[in-house]
Structures are given as C-alpha cells and as structure tokens.
C-alpha cells in the first residue's frame, strides 16, 4: 500500500491557476451530476472560472491543499464567507474538506468574524452540516433551458476555541530574553533571498545598536514567538525626528495567517502615539507579501529605486513606500 505524506495548506499563488481549475472541473464534473442538470452543472463550472478564482485571491485569503506534491484541495474566505472548498474526488472521505473548513474558520475567528455564511451545493449541504452549520434559507436559480439549481444558504457561529491556539495572538514588547527566537525568525527571512540586502544574522549587539529602542514589538501565541516589528531612524537631522524605517518578520510557519497585520498595525498605532508622523520601508520588489502587506496597513508606494545594491553580486531595486500619519505631526 502507498504511503501518503501529511497534508499541507499553503497560500494560494498565481502559478496554481491551471491546477485549480483542474481541479474544480474534476470535482463537479464527479460529484453534482447526480444532484443537477447538466445546465447547472455547466453554470457552476462557469461560476467557478479563472477570473472569479484569482478575483477572490486577490481580494480573500485562497489557500490550498497539497500531498504528496499534488494539489488535492482548496478553500477561500472572502469577508465572512466561505467560498469554492472542494477536495478532489480520489481524496473525498480522508478528513481533508474538513482540514480546509477549520483552517478557513481559524483565519475567520483570527480577523474577530465571529459568523461565517457559505453556499452549499446540495451533494455538500450534509459535509456542512455535519460540521454543525445551519442551514438559513434554501434558493433556487434559473439556469439555460429553465433548468433549476437548487442551493442553500449555510451559517455558523465561531466560538472563540475555533481559534487554535497558535492564532491567539497577543503584541508585546521585545525583551533582550526573546533574541534567540527574534534571530530565528531573521534568519528565515533572510532565507527568502526577498527579505533584505543582509545574509547573515547580526549579534545581539550590533541588532540593539542599529534599531530604536522604542517600539520593538513581538507577536506571541502563548509561550512561542510568531514574528517582530522593530524602527529604525532614518536621519540625525531633527527636521526628521517624526520619521521612522520599519522592518518586519514573521515566522515562516505562520506566514499569511495575519501576524504581519497584527504587528504591522501595532507598530503603527504605538508610532502615532509617539509623535512619529512617517513610517516607511524598503522593499524588494519581488517581496510581494511585503508590498500587500503595507499596501494593507495604509502604506503607499513612493516610488522605485533602481539598482539600489548589491546582493550577492546583482544589483538589486528596491521599493519605497511610506504610510504619513493623519494623526500625528499634523
Ligand atoms: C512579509 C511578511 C512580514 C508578511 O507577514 P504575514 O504574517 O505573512 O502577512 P499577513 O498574513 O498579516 O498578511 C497581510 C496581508 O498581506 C497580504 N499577503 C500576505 N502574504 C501574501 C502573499 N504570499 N502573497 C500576496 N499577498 C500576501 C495579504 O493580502 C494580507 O492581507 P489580507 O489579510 O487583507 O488578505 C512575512 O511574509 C515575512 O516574514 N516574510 C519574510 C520577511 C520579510 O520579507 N519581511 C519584510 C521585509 S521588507
């Protein structure tokens, strides 16, 4: 017998269209025959296509299931509804929509929804069930040749334990104690090859020496340490003592489960209360979680520095984007 390795969620990315789509075709094509016409059958595949998936990407937080290098499901939250979970039909049954739907709830309690609403196709309306949501209303829709689809609406209230503990994020202050994990979590950045023009982790000393003193924050969960923000100053001249660099890390295991915004946010909140009126960051312009991440945190890009530095022999750009408070230094 085959053995199988662990299933894995990741974020989606562009690349994965292609296999996605697949995917989705693959499940309809197997699993709502029996349940509609095949008028339905096509509208849901054309609901369902390119443009909607990458739409909902860009604007929801789309992740997928991978085994054994294979992309075996998916599962969006757009705001405070669940959208397009489908588990592929040679790997219904093992547990995995069900792995989706609590990694999708998780990130929905982390945002502090506290209801998600979903769709349910009348071959998934049991799944959801099972998974105590509750059905609200049942519709129907007009599809080609005055074919029905029948759907249901389907709800379900987030008790706080749906939020695993490791998404029990509280913002602290960086103490001189949590350096080992702190250099940790750097180290992986730099791993990235996007995360800065440095390759190898400073000392203690030369870090505390180079960062603020003020506003050095940690993102914990519990004992662990999920990422950090910290300031550095961009000038001796007072003109500019209201302007500040940051730079953040999170760890990579909990990338794209909202610890930047959670960081990024509190930095800026404990800025504006000291008085700093500009934040900013340079960014590789291929670090595009960076990019969104600021883009998010009300950062707007100032421009492209070209050929800035090098990094390992290549001459790297950099993007320059800065967030100017409306409430400090006005
Ligand atoms: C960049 C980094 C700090 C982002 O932190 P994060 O915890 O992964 O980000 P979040 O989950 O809080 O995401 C915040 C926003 O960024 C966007 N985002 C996050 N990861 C993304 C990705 N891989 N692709 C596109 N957008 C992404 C999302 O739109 C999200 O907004 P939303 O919640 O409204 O959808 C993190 O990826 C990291 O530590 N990278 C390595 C170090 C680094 O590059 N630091 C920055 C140096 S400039």
């Given at each position: 017998m085959a053995v199988e390795s662990a299933p894995t969620i990741r974020r989606f990315r562009q690349t994965d269209v292609n296999d996605l789509l697949a995917l989705i075709g693959r499940t309809i094509d197997s699993c709502y025959p029996p349940h509609y016409a095949a008028e339905a059958v096509a509208f849901f595949k054309s609901y369902h296509d390119r443009q909607a998936l990458i739409r909902d990407a860009e604007q929801g937080h789309t992740i997928v299931l991978e085994q054994d290098g294979r992309i075996v499901g998916t599962g969006t939250l757009l705001g405070d509804e669940i959208r397009r979970v489908f588990v592929d039909p040679v790997c219904q049954k093992r547990g995995l929509g069900r792995l989706i739907m609590q990694w999708l709830e998780e990130q929905a309690a982390s945002r502090g929804i506290r209801m998600v609403v979903l769709d349910a196709s009348i071959p998934a309306q049991a799944f959801y069930q099972e998974l105590d949501y509750i059905t609200s209303e049942e519709r129907c829709l007009e599809v080609a040749n005055g074919k029905k689809l029948r759907y249901h609406k389907m709800q379900k209230t987030l008790k706080n334990?749906?939020?695993?503990e490791h998404m029990d994020i509280t913002v602290e202050k960086m103490t001189d104690g949590d350096w080992p994990i702190v250099a940790t979590i750097l180290k992986e950045g730099i791993a990235t090859?996007?995360?800065?023009?440095?390759d190898a982790v400073p000392t203690w000393e030369q870090f505390d020496a180079t960062h603020l003193p003020q506003c050095r924050l940690v993102a914990r969960s519990g004992n662990a340490i999920l990422g950090w923000i910290v300031r550095s100053g961009v000038s001796s001249r007072s003109v500019y003592q209201g302007v500040a660099e940051v730079s953040i890390y999170v760890k990579a295991s909990v990338r794209g489960l909202g610890v930047g915004k959670t960081l990024l946010s509190a930095a800026i909140e404990a800025s504006e209360r000291a008085g700093i009126w500009t934040l900013q960051s340079g960014i590789f312009p291929e670090n595009t979680a960076s990019l969104s991440l600021h883009e998010r945190c009300g950062f707007r890009v100032v421009g492209y520095r070209e050929r800035l530095g090098q990094m390992h022999g290549a001459w790297r750009d950099v993007v320059l984007m800065e967030r100017r408070s409306k409430i400090a230094g006005i």
């Open positions: 334990t749906v939020c695993g090859g996007h995360a800065t023009f440095e």
